[in-house]
């Protein structure tokens, strides 16, 4: 029983609202966008030729060493001897790190990028002049609306018109109120 009674109001309700609106169509006169420039980030990127860092490998110090504590491990005897070797082995590392020499330079292609902000423009909006009934109208859309606009029609009395149906909010004073969807 409440499904049925719900279900009657409802419809009595929607009754009700398209007797008392209307949905017309006006005519587009003009729709001019309405543009604004925005401030966007934007990756910027550019391609520099570097040096690319090269290392000793380590190899000819290593082998040096070696080499010359090993040679230097035959002279002397006792303390002389250990220090010897000791003296045979650095003199190696410097030489064999001296004869590996230094890597040739390699230039490299690197990128680097930063944001910027970019002024772009952008529409906002469009101010549109349309005509309804004869009168000319203008309001501010965020798109295009074509060549025709919806309009909500809202009926009003006229002043001095003979007006009896009894109601919470009268309208106001007019032609009528229009609203655009």
Do not use: I
């Not at 772009?120 to 606009?149: F, N």
Request: include cysteine; proline fraction near 7%; hydrophobic fraction near 40%.
């Amino acid at each position: 029983m409440n499904k049925r009674w719900m279900c009657m109001v409802a419809v009595l309700w929607v009754g009700a609202a398209s007797v008392s609106m209307a949905q017309e169509q006006a005519q587009v006169l003009s729709a001019v966008p309405v543009v604004q420039a925005r401030t966007l980030a934007q990756q910027v990127c550019r391609v520099e030729q570097e040096v690319a860092p090269q290392q000793n490998t380590g190899t000819g110090a290593f082998l040096g060493m070696a080499v010359g504590g090993v040679a230097a491990n035959g002279v002397g005897s006792g303390e002389g001897r250990a220090l010897a070797t000791l003296f045979g082995a650095v003199l190696g590392a410097l030489w064999g790190d001296r004869v590996e020499g230094r890597p040739v330079p390699q230039m490299q292609q690197v990128r680097h990028c930063t944001l910027q902000g970019v002024l772009q423009p952008q529409v906002v909006g469009y101010e549109v002049q349309y005509e309804y009934a004869g009168l000319q109208y203008s309001t501010r859309l965020p798109h295009d609306p074509g060549p025709t606009l919806a309009v909500q029609v809202t009926p009003a009395p006229l002043q001095g018109s003979d007006f009896t149906r009894a109601q919470k909010n009268p309208p106001r004073m007019g032609g009528g109120v229009f609203r655009e969807d």
